[in-house]
């Protein structure tokens, strides 16, 4: 499979990265971990996740409160929104690849 990201999935991670670089190097880089881990796992196996009311794939992280909306394709996954879990639940499910 063959990952894309929607332009503005950089931001909404680095929003994220920066909340948590404010609290610790050590709680950072655990974010990042978890987010390699979860990205690693939709690339092994995306359709081995949840469907969200919205339609899309949603793969939660296990530490953090946020999930990562995807959508597949016949051999792409175009990743839409990282969003944190409190986020009103339609904020980002417009965006298009």
Not at 47 to 63: T, V
Not at 70 to 80: L, N, P, Q, T
């Amino acid at each position: 499979m063959h990952l894309i990201s929607h332009p503005k999935l950089a931001e909404d991670i680095r929003d994220a990265a920066m909340h948590y670089a404010e609290i610790s190097e050590r709680v950072l880089s655990a974010f990042w971990d978890e987010l390699e881990a979860v990205i690693a796992s939709i690339e092994r196996n995306p359709r081995s996740h949840h469907y969200d009311p919205c339609g899309l794939r949603r793969a939660n992280l296990r530490r953090f409160p946020y999930h990562l909306l995807y959508e597949v394709g016949d051999d792409i996954v175009f990743m839409v929104v990282f969003r944190h879990d409190k986020k009103h639940p339609s904020f980002g499910t417009k965006r298009k690849m």
